[in-house]
């Protein structure tokens, strides 16, 4: 039981330059989510999903696309990367939305966009 | 707007307690949550509060108050693993968690 992994782990872009984030969970959650977390400040939401093939914008979607084409995975995209999108990204899965349910979270991905 | 406050840093003695505090105003209540961070690590879920009152889960306890919008953290018994940063969260009335931005407990031999 793997738990919620992420891939990569690190990686290095120039300004304009695309990639993927990808995120896996074996643990058949509804929910996930993708974070970025930065010095100084909270968690930030910035997409999320509720089931396959739904998408949401959380609070700060502005430069990222999300897929969820299958149950256990979804996608963070990143089309032109910016040197705002410097971050560490946390990908997080959960049983359901509300209630005393824990969010779990896989490792990050520590992203410097130059 | 919505905000979580909650001290940047904090330090304290091993074996001794420390309480850390949350403050928060968001756009509706659906719970408050505690995560421990260690350090290059991913959040871990510690406590789960809806109710005013405490919830006590070993060596840690969390306590809620919905009227004054405030929250603690008590750790007793602090051990050198303790070090870590801690996260408080509100669900809003969206079911999306607001975070702060994690106070630093650092713990002293």
């Known amino acids: 039981n793997a738990g919620v992994t992420q891939t990569p782990k690190f990686r290095v872009l120039k300004t304009g330059q695309s990639m993927t984030l990808l995120c896996a969970q074996d643990m058949n959650h509804e929910y996930m989510y993708w974070y970025r977390q930065d010095p100084g400040m909270g968690l930030r939401l910035i997409h999320y999903s509720v089931g396959e093939g739904t998408t949401a914008k959380g609070e700060v979607p502005d430069g990222y696309n999300v897929s969820r084409l299958k149950k256990q995975n979804v996608l963070l995209g990143l089309e032109s990367a910016a040197p705002s999108q410097t971050s560490v990204y946390f990908c997080?899965?959960?049983?359901?939305?509300?209630?005393?349910?824990?969010?779990?979270f896989g490792p990050g991905t520590r992203l410097t966009v130059l | 707007g919505q905000n979580i406050d909650q001290p940047t840093e904090m330090t304290a003695t091993e074996g001794a307690i420390v309480q850390i505090n949350c403050t928060y105003q968001?756009?509706?209540?659906?719970?408050l949550f505690w995560y421990q961070q260690h350090a290059g690590e991913a959040p871990t879920f510690l406590s789960y509060n809806v109710l005013d009152g405490l919830e006590e889960k070993g060596r840690f306890s969390s306590f809620l108050s919905r009227s004054k919008g405030y929250s603690y953290l008590l750790l007793k018994e602090l051990q050198m693993k303790d070090s870590a940063s801690y996260l408080c969260a509100v669900m809003d009335s969206n079911y999306q968690l607001i975070w702060g931005a994690g106070t630093k407990l650092i713990i002293k031999p």
């Open positions: 997080a899965s959960s049983y359901v939305l509300a209630g005393a349910v824990e969010q779990f």
């Open positions: 968001t756009s509706g209540f659906n719970g």
